[in-house]
């Protein structure tokens, strides 16, 4: 492990989403992780403090990005990862190769005709256990589907970014009613896969919803997981799981940013060509 390695963790509280950089203080190599394009969909308006926020930190630590990766297509909120790239264009974007069968079922919701569904719009189609090396720091990703076919977590010395798959523990575990979703998938992801790490791997969440009020919280371990996760604890079962997963989802009302966000995130948050009035608009299909 190279214990050089550091953690920058910045919160959107609008959506809740931790972005993580970590980086190496010598050699000022670095990867982004999950960044928010900021969206208020009254006004239906991009504003970019989030993106500035992160991007500031980087010109002040002098640090290189080599990757913004995204832990899987986000359905609350919009990835910053096309604008940071056009900010520095030597950025790669990175997310699973699954994303393809995310992009395959959201081309045919949204009826986007011109929507290339290889994954072409990432530089990078992640494999799983196929090391990603960014200057000193080795990511290792791990495939975690359930919430999304497409969900990874990701894996850098004992720091674990395990995206949607685990919240908090107090607050437990995604949804899995989205369209290719799996509550047994999850299960396994979990159970199989993040369970069998070291006890004492950090994990670090992609969202914190800050239960009944409680302060900021995005870091805890595998262990504690195990333990204490309210939703899927080490002794839990599968059809347990299943049983409480499916039971909860159908009581969740859609994401707030839902329709926006997949739409552009299914894309590596590249906007729709501009039409002839060089505006952008959005598709949002009707349901009778």
Do not use: W
């Amino acid at each position: 492990m190279d214990m050089s390695h550091k953690l920058k963790a910045f919160f959107d509280k609008d959506t809740s989403t931790l972005t993580y950089i970590v980086y190496d203080e010598k050699t000022k190599d670095s990867v982004l992780i999950d960044s928010v394009l900021n969206y208020d969909p009254a006004a239906s308006r991009l504003t970019y403090a989030s993106i500035d926020q992160v991007l500031d930190f980087v010109e002040e630590m002098s640090l290189k990005v080599h990757y913004v990766l995204e832990t899987h297509a986000h359905a609350d909120h919009l990835t910053g990862a096309s604008e940071i790239k056009k900010r520095i264009p030597s950025i790669k974007i990175g997310i699973g190769k699954n994303i393809t069968k995310v992009q395959e079922v959201f081309g045919n919701i949204y009826n986007l005709k011109d929507l290339n569904t290889n994954g072409v719009q990432f530089d990078v189609l992640l494999e799983e256990n196929k090391p990603l090396k960014a200057g000193t720091i080795e990511i290792k990703t791990i495939f975690t589907p359930g919430h999304t076919p497409a969900c990874s977590s990701y894996l850098i010395d004992d720091m674990l970014f395990t995206g949607d798959a685990l919240f908090m523990p107090d607050f437990g575990t995604a949804r899995c009613d989205f369209p290719g979703g799996s509550a047994k998938e999850l299960y396994h992801s979990v159970h199989e896969k993040l369970y069998k790490l070291p006890d004492d791997t950090r994990t670090f969440t992609a969202h914190d919803y800050q239960p009944n009020g409680r302060e900021l919280q995005y870091k805890s371990t595998i262990g504690e997981h195990k333990s204490r996760n309210i939703q899927l604890k080490a002794s839990t079962t599968e059809e347990e799981f299943i049983r409480f997963r499916n039971e909860r989802d159908s009581t969740l009302t859609a994401p707030r940013l839902l329709l926006p966000s997949i739409q552009l995130n299914i894309s590596a948050g590249e906007l729709p060509k501009a039409e002839d009035n060089e505006s952008h608009y959005l598709k949002i299909p009707l349901r009778k």
